[in-house]
């Protein structure tokens, strides 16, 4: 049997949400509002998102991959 403090789960997800946000504020946008240069948002069809730099159509760089489950990778990718 698993342990589970439902409070913590809650504060752990809230703590992440909250980075990823921050994250996406301070590197992806300039004053919380237009894309910096470079920084892209791709919406797919699975309902997935990604947020970062692309090149050739690729993401490229520092982004965000928001998976349509509801899972987050915050990292770099390369051509992919």
């Not at 090149?55 to 770099?76: E, L, P, T």
């Amino acid at each position: 049997m698993v342990d589970c403090n439902l409070y913590e789960h809650r504060e752990l997800n809230k703590f992440k949400d909250d980075l990823i946000a921050l994250i996406e504020k301070t590197i992806f946008f300039d004053d919380g509002s237009k894309l910096r240069k470079g920084i892209k948002i791709n919406t797919f069809k699975s309902g997935a998102k990604y947020v970062g730099e692309m090149f050739c159509g690729k993401r490229d760089g520092v982004g965000i991959f928001y998976s349509g489950k509801g899972d987050v990778y915050v990292g770099k990718f390369e051509m992919d």
